[in-house]
């Protein structure tokens, strides 16, 4: 379709304005501004997603794999003022799309808003929005698949020692075309190849894993690992930490130090103890072999006197 | 050779310290009741609590998640196998010096682990060292409370065996902590520093008798062989005939091998055929309960909170059971306490596929942890009030290393159970069989166990009455004689 020369195009442009204006049903396609996405889209729409408001916004995640021709359509509810025709338009990421303030009319106790959209691309991922008159508005996050747990808690590791960054989509959401590994910030991201001394990326259907060898200091950081779909990647960030060996080093010896300490007051108050125990012990048995010394000069002279009374 | 005054407590009539000396039931016993605490606790909260670190280090060496779960059989198997080696120990060298090295070898093997280049590595480390280690401090805190309580000791055994749910309540929090701050290998290190205190408790476990000199063979056995032979006035209070037989025989034994005269124990075999059943679906629910409430719909930290509350009531429930044991009613039959205690952990097990709902969860999180501390805290107290501690040590050695099957082959048959009927309630119904046939079991046997002590002892008692008549007519003779 990107190859037809510009004058066709015009023409089919001009065929379905001509349409669109006998219906009641607006359907036009959005074409970025920049880029020459001349895509003629079908009437028809391969998915379609509503939203229905009454009072309060709402907000959609519509998840995409491949590029899409997508109908978003809001349906606000009538309140009590029951105005003929309300005035509505369509945004994306925050800023109105040009030309599609429409003005809509009340049918079946409904304002009815529909529009398609033709996602070819990442770059038309985003948030879309119909908004009314009256302030309520209906957003839809288009997106590839997220990742379901995001690990908040950075990985962490010891130089010269090894990392593995593991990356998993789950059973529940599409598997993946391919992986691919990043690092940077959120503005500027650098892809890694595979470098055997240093990145080895080993990716399954539904996981991937980089390991990274030789970890240095500049080695910590944010990376990223992305799920590669048709129409996007989704990312998962996970931070790498590199400590030393003497970080752990530190509170190890320390409480080494604090059990050394206290084995040594726990044996040292028993040996004072037991001293005293043999010291008291010994004058005990002093004073018992002196009385008992006593006692047998007392039974011996008894003895004997009782020998000499009997003679 | 039990004081007169012991008889208040209507002290059962089954096997009694016959130790040398008079259990000190206090004093510096309370600090050997912490020092329990602590290497209790260490023993089984520390294997519990290294399943946090599973995940990343299954991911560093690349391997599966079951090679990983081997680990901690590998250090539970090893923590009951080194149970007779750890008997003999402490038979030879009193509790303090085993305790003291079972945390050298557990420091040394985290410490050792850290540096670890192959999941081997850590099974041998971790796995075995580690695991003997815990052993090593294991039954000497349980011998040791039997040679400084005996009319306080139930509450003594429930009030350290405490320190097994306290432990696991600090422990993983702790290992988190570790785990976001260090990563496995510097956990591990300071996880190295942190088991060492073990032999602070090593330290507190002062013997008894300070004049025991090392080497020597137990004082208990010299003991009642002089008592036998020499002392014929006070009464041993040994109502069980077959120790006062076997004692000679036990005596060399002792020094050399564990006691296995304990197989023709009575009172041992008792424990022991309803121990091995029991174990089958002891650790099986505990395991099992998280999962269980998942599968029911349940998020993961509400189900996560079901296990803190089971930690809680365990952890309240143990001295409470020690407490109760103690009391005058319960003591001299402690052991229908405990056949109580296991029947109640079937019956909770039967009730639970009626439980629905979160609430019903948290129900039988509650009454689960009173059966469950119940049972742990008693469950040595009923073996030294069997054999006696001077068998103690041998005797839990053994029943150890026997348990050791039960224990490693609950929680995969459980496994299977569910695998195949994709349900959960038949694993529980069955641990509840496993749990309420053993109780019974105790409760009948132990029944006609009693009725036989109290008719040894009632015919020990007219034995010993006719020996004094005796030497009084002796020495009556002899006088005459003069």
Redesign the interface.
């Known amino acids: 379709m990107e190859n037809m020369p510009a004058s066709w195009k015009l023409l089919l442009m001009l065929l379905l304005v001509l349409t669109a204006s006998c219906g009641r049903v607006h359907a036009e396609t959005l074409a970025p501004s920049p880029k020459p996405l001349a895509s003629v889209p079908a009437l028809s729409a391969d998915m379609r997603k509503v939203a229905v408001l009454k009072s309060q916004n709402s907000t959609q995640n519509v998840q995409l794999l491949n590029p899409v021709n997508l109908s978003l359509e809001c349906s606000l509810t009538a309140d009590h003022n029951n105005l003929p025709n309300i005035s509505a338009f369509w945004s994306q990421d925050g800023r109105e799309i040009p030309d599609s303030r429409l003005t809509v009319a009340l049918e079946n106790q409904q304002y009815h808003l529909q529009r398609l959209f033709y996602i070819s691309g990442e770059e038309m991922l985003g948030s879309y929005s119909c908004v009314f008159e009256n302030g309520v508005r209906a957003d839809f996050i288009l997106a590839t698949p997220p990742f379901g747990e995001v690990r908040d808690k950075p990985v962490v590791s010891y130089v010269r020692d090894f990392v593995v960054l593991p990356c998993k989509m789950e059973e529940a959401k599409p598997k993946p075309l391919s992986w691919r590994w990043f690092r940077g910030n959120k503005t500027h991201k650098e892809q890694i190849s595979e470098q055997p001394e240093r990145f080895q990326i080993h990716s399954e259907e539904r996981k991937s894993k980089l390991k990274v060898i030789n970890l240095t200091h500049e080695d910590a950081g944010v990376y990223y690992c992305g799920a590669v779909y048709a129409i996007g990647t989704t990312m998962n960030p996970i931070e790498l930490k590199v400590i030393t060996y003497q970080e752990p080093l530190k509170p190890f010896i320390g409480i080494l130090i604090e059990v050394v300490l206290l084995v040594a007051v726990i044996f040292l108050c028993e040996k004072r103890r037991s001293k005293k125990n043999t010291s008291k012990g010994n004058e005990e048995n002093v004073d018992q072999n002196n009385i008992k010394l006593q006692e047998e000069e007392k039974g011996a002279e008894e003895g004997s006197s009782m020998r000499q009374r009997k003679v | 050779m039990l004081e007169p005054h012991y008889g208040e407590l209507n002290m059962p009539p089954a096997a009694a310290t016959n130790l040398a000396h008079k259990p000190p039931d206090g004093g510096w016993g309370w600090a050997v009741v912490v020092a329990a605490f602590i290497s209790i606790g260490f023993s089984y909260a520390f294997p519990k609590s290294l399943t946090i670190y599973f995940k990343?280090i299954q991911?560093?060496f690349?391997v599966s998640y079951s090679e990983i779960a081997w680990l901690s059989s590998v250090m539970l198997a090893s923590m009951y196998a080194g149970g007779p080696v750890s008997s003999i120990l402490v038979n030879r060298y009193g509790s303090r010096p085993v305790v003291m090295l079972g945390g050298l070898m557990v420091s040394a093997a985290m410490v050792l682990s850290s540096f670890g280049t192959t999941i081997i590595h850590l099974y041998l480390c971790v796995g075995v060292i580690g695991g003997f280690g815990l052993a090593f401090n294991l039954q000497p805190a349980l011998t040791i409370i039997g040679t400084y309580f005996q009319a306080k000791r139930p509450l003594a055994n429930g009030l350290a065996m405490t320190g097994s749910p306290v432990f696991l309540s600090i422990l993983a929090p702790l290992n988190q902590f570790l785990f976001?701050?260090?990563?496995w290998?510097?956990?591990f290190?300071?996880l190295?520093?942190?088991v060492?205190?073990c032999?602070?408790a090593g330290?507190?476990m002062?013997p008894v008798s300070?004049q025991k000199p090392k080497g020597c063979l137990p004082p208990s056995n010299e003991a009642v062989d002089q008592g036998a032979v020499a002392d014929a006035g006070p009464q041993t209070a040994d109502s069980d005939p077959e120790e006062g037989q076997h004692e000679g025989k036990g005596q060399t034994q002792n020094s050399k091998l564990v006691d296995l005269t304990l197989f023709k124990h009575r009172g041992f075999l008792i424990y022991l055929v309803g121990n091995v059943v029991m174990f089958f679906g002891f650790f099986a629910p505990v395991v099992f309960l998280a999962p269980y409430a998942k599968h029911q719909g349940i998020d993961e930290y509400s189900a996560a909170f079901l296990l803190t509350i089971f930690a809680l009531v365990d952890m309240f429930i143990r001295p409470f059971t020690g407490f109760l044991g103690n009391t005058r009613r319960i003591r001299p039959k402690i052991q229908y306490f405990f056949s109580f205690a296991v029947s109640y952990n079937g019956i909770c097990h039967l009730l639970f596929p009626l439980a629905s709902g979160y609430q019903g969860l948290v129900v039988y999180a509650v009454f689960f942890g009173v059966g469950f501390g119940m049972v742990s805290a008693l469950l040595f107290e009923v073996l030294m009030d069997l054999v006696g501690a001077p068998r103690f040590s041998s005797a839990v050695g053994l029943v150890t290393i026997i348990e050791c099957g039960p224990v490693l082959l609950g929680p995969p048959i459980s496994g299977a159970l569910v695998d195949t009927f994709g349900e959960y309630k038949y694993l529980y119904s069955t641990c509840g069989v496993l749990m309420l046939t053993p109780g019974i079991f105790f409760f009948v046997m132990h029944y006609f166990n009693y009725k036989k002590l109290e008719d040894e002892q009632k015919q020990k008692a007219a034995g010993e009455m006719r020996r004094p008549e005796e030497t009084v007519e002796l020495k009556s003779n002899n006088e005459a004689n003069k």
Do not use: K
């Not at chain 2, 976001?180 to 990563?183: A, H, K």
């Open positions: 990343e991911e560093y690349s976001d701050s260090y990563g290998r510097g956990s290190l300071i190295g520093s942190v060492f205190n032999c602070v330290a507190l002062r300070n």
